[in-house]
């Protein structure tokens, strides 16, 4: 299947196009953006992985699915448009990146800039009816995600995996730990049991990087 993504994904995923699994996948979500109000808007379906390339690829952040408010979701796991209110996970973990580095975070709660240096955002549901939290759950979206997740694990190296509550955490059995690093946590959630702060993933992943060759992320 032709799907429309950045180049270097299309030709990783193509199997994944191809099967049926996602074919039915695409025609479940046709008809949800033709019948009712989803989100993110359709050309931003697949943004996480257009603002960053597979080559490009240092970090993964796996979120569960798309805000469901109006003017939220932008297609970036845990990411939301400029000028729209920082919902609670993202100002913890903004308070957590203060704390583990010393730095302020910018106070937009778009993550492009995350993106484009190389953190690949994903929720493991790509799309969601408005208003209505998990409705594009088990339609097929997770088995594409893990998919996805599991070609980062045999195509790249030296990759820091960033699993936060115990939905992305399942996720750890699709990763290899020999090739990269895993950290996980509780979710950023304020509902969420477990400890989210202290967990200093973000000064974790930029030691990684650096001993792995690579440039740090800013995190502001």
């Known amino acids: 299947m032709d799907v429309r993504i950045e180049e270097s994904w299309k030709k990783a995923l193509q199997p994944l196009f191809d099967s049926s699994e996602f074919l039915a996948l695409t025609d479940f979500v046709r008809n949800a953006y033709a019948t009712s109000v989803v989100y993110p808007p359709a050309r931003q379906i697949f943004a996480a992985f257009d603002l960053c390339p597979l080559q490009t690829l240092k970090v993964v952040v796996v979120g569960q699915d798309p805000y469901h408010g109006f003017g939220q979701a932008n297609g970036l796991s845990f990411s939301v448009n400029d000028g729209v209110r920082i919902p609670p996970s993202l100002q913890n973990i903004f308070k957590e990146i203060a704390s583990d580095l010393h730095v302020q975070p910018y106070c937009s709660g778009n993550l492009e800039r995350w993106a484009r240096q190389g953190v690949f955002l994903m929720n493991a549901t790509l799309t969601v009816q408005a208003n209505t939290p998990g409705s594009h759950q088990q339609k097929g979206w997770e088995q594409f995600t893990d998919g996805v ?36 946590a509780a979710h950023p959630s304020p509902l969420a049991r477990g400890a989210f702060f202290g967990c200093r993933h973000f000064s974790q992943t930029n030691t990684y990087l650096l001993q792995h060759g690579k440039t740090p992320i800013d995190w502001r």
């Open 149 to 184: 997740i599991t070609t980062i694990s045999k195509e790249c190296s030296g990759v820091v995996f960033l699993l936060w509550g115990n939905y992305a955490r399942n996720k750890a059995n699709l990763i290899d730990s020999t090739k990269h690093l895993v950290l996980q």
